[in-house]
């Protein structure tokens, strides 16, 4: 089947502003967007710049927009979204982040908010011997935050970062959150400098783009909501 792969292009080098350019594939059933892109990048212009690493959908490097929707180059089967949406596929780089050129896009801020909200263990209590055993079901309550793999797609997508308001972000909270509700960590304290300010969980509007965009199936806005709601009682315990 013959796809157009609209893809837009910016090089800060020599370009002005963006622009979009054509490019004509014959893509077979089993072709995901990211191998087009190397088809492209190998045979037909070697300059197309995109970011890709384990191309199985783990690394998270390869979100970009595709029809205007996030989604991961390497598990997109490129003729299914051409049969259901139309033949030709606009490819454009993450929103809301800035572009560095064609589809890449620098994450400095997106990691800079990740490393506020201190992803890592803050130990409840010392075990004093043996290992720190948690039940299953207490470790299922962050399970899903767990899956997450820093794509920036629910940043994309976040309508409240798209109109440029301040908040922290979908990703950085779910990160919060996969430490929060893990039983051998302190939870809310030693993040509710970040996690309570005005632009932390409660900047989030509720909209749930980001949950319909997650390529991991996270439920990103529930996450947000239980830490929102953490936070209140933690303040409320504290006054
Ligand atoms: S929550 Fe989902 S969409 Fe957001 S960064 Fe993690 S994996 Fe990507
Ligand atoms: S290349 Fe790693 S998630 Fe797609």
């Known amino acids: ?20 350019q054509d490019f004509t594939i014959a893509a077979e ?21 995109f970011r890709k690493s384990c ?25 299914d979204v051409a049969e259901e949406e139309g033949a030709v596929v606009t490819v454009e780089p993450l929103r809301s982040l800035p572009v560095q ?16 909200v201190k992803p890592f263990l803050f130990p409840v209590a010392k075990v004093e011997e043996g290992e720190n055993i948690q039940a299953p079901e207490v470790r299922k309550k962050f399970d899903d935050p767990t899956k997450c793999i820093l794509c ?19 990703a950085a ?15 809310i304290a030693p993040r509710l400098d970040v996690l309570g300010a005005p632009n932390g969980a409660e900047a989030c509007e509720g909209h749930f783009e980001c949950t319909r965009v997650c390529p991991r199936g996270i439920k990103v806005t529930k996450n947000i909501n239980l830490t929102k709601r953490a936070v209140k009682q933690f303040k409320e315990k504290d006054d």
């Open 1 to 20: 089947m013959n796809i157009v792969l609209r893809i837009k292009r910016y090089n800060p080098e020599t370009d002005e502003a963006a622009r979009f």
């Open 29 to 49: 059933p089993a072709d995901r967007l990211l191998d087009c892109l190397m088809l492209i990048k190998r045979t037909m212009d070697g300059t197309l710049s």
């Open 55 to 79: 191309a199985h959908g783990v690394c998270g490097s390869d979100a970009m927009t595709i029809n205007g929707v996030e989604r991961l180059a390497c598990k997109t089967l490129v003729q």
């Open 101 to 116: 050129r064609d589809l890449m896009v620098d994450y400095t801020r997106f990691f800079e908010a990740y490393r506020v």
């Open 152 to 170: 920036a797609s629910c940043q994309s997508a976040c309508p409240v970062i798209v109109e440029g308001k301040d908040f922290l972000g979908p």
């Open 173 to 187: 909270i779910v990160q919060a959150a996969r430490f929060v509700f893990d039983s051998r960590d302190e939870g």
